[in-house]
């Protein structure tokens, strides 16, 4: 039957219908019938345009949803690796910084140690010079503890001039061989009592000096210790108050060095994802693009097609009165 509506198609876009071959077709096929398969393939052809245009819009609402997530998310990855270069760069600066203060602290730890170094030898030092001098005037003291001692032996027993160089000689090895007293007591020629007492109230008054010498030595040397000894404290608390900076500091720089790591691994993997969005998004626009374009192309036909077979219906109607 369709064969037969088809070539009354046919004739009817291609000329007027000849009486003969009218009728005849008319003899082949009754008109109602072939009226209404004409009519059942136009009413064919609006379905599936219908159907067309659904599937058109849905697809093209599929298409529009999926492109607008993909630019979402291309925009949303242009934007971190935005904030994530701009987080390498301050992390930059921040680890460059603080990298400076460790040299510094480091410098300064140094810097005070050399000190306290110094410090402690300069003290040591002149310990060792205090308990050398200190030794010496004790000595002296000593000395002069005998020598005034020997001189009063002699005074009440009555020595001889050996005994008198006995005693010079122990007074110059105390005194030394320059010493005013021990020269003075050498060239004596009198050596009585008067002279000799005399002698000793000399030595008993260098005696006293060097005792009062040895005492304030010694609480010199006692407050030098302090002065040391604070200045080594002050070393002390300012290098544990460095040490934990520079500690700190240390600690601040391993931790950015590792975000720092991360938002590059984060960059690396960002300059990779990007690119793929971007080619998802040109693949779903050429897509709806390819996909429109068959659209066109089918709704042109299927519209040809229904213009033809509504001429062939108008045409077919006037032939069959």
């Not at 291309?74 to 921040?94: C, P, Y």
């Not at 105390?174 to 005013?180: D, I, T």
């Amino acid at each position: 039957m369709k064969f037969v509506i088809f070539v009354v198609v046919g004739l009817a876009l291609a000329a007027p219908l000849s009486g003969d071959l009218a009728q005849l077709s008319l003899l082949q096929t009754p008109k109602e019938e072939v009226l209404e398969q004409l009519g059942d393939l136009l009413s064919e052809l609006r379905k599936e345009q219908t159907m067309d245009d659904t599937q058109l819009a849905q697809t093209n609402a599929k298409f529009e949803a999926d492109i607008l997530i993909s630019q979402s998310q291309l925009e949303a990855q242009v934007n971190q690796l935005k904030a994530t270069n701009t987080l390498i760069g301050d992390l930059s600066e921040e680890i460059y910084s603080i990298s400076k203060t460790y040299a510094n602290l480091n410098q300064q730890l140094s810097d005070l140690g050399a000190r306290d170094t110094q410090l402690r030898d300069s003290l040591a030092n002149e310990g060792a010079a205090f308990e050398n001098e200190s030794s010496q005037a004790r000595r002296s003291i000593n000395g002069l503890t005998q020598i005034i001692s020997k001189l009063t032996d002699a005074v009440l027993s009555q020595q001889s001039l050996i005994e008198k160089q006995e005693i010079v000689n122990v007074m110059k090895q105390e005194l030394g061989s320059k010493h005013p007293i021990a020269l003075l007591v050498e060239v004596t020629s009198k050596f009585d009592k008067a002279t000799v007492q005399n002698i000793i109230l000399k030595l008993e008054h260098i005696q006293s000096q060097q005792e009062q010498q040895l005492i304030q030595s010694e609480q010199n040397w006692t407050v030098q210790q302090q002065t040391y000894q604070t200045l080594l404290n002050e070393i002390s608390e300012v290098s544990k108050k460095l040490s934990f900076d520079a500690s700190t500091a240390k600690t601040s720089i391993a931790k950015k060095s590792n975000e720092k790591v991360t938002a590059e691994k984060r960059k690396a993997q960002l300059e990779t994802t990007i690119p793929q969005t971007e080619q998802v998004l040109t693949n779903l626009k050429q897509q709806q693009d390819q996909y429109n374009l068959a659209y066109s192309a089918r709704k042109q036909k299927r519209t040809q097609e229904v213009e033809t077979l509504k001429s062939a219906f108008e045409l077919l109607e006037k032939k069959l009165r």
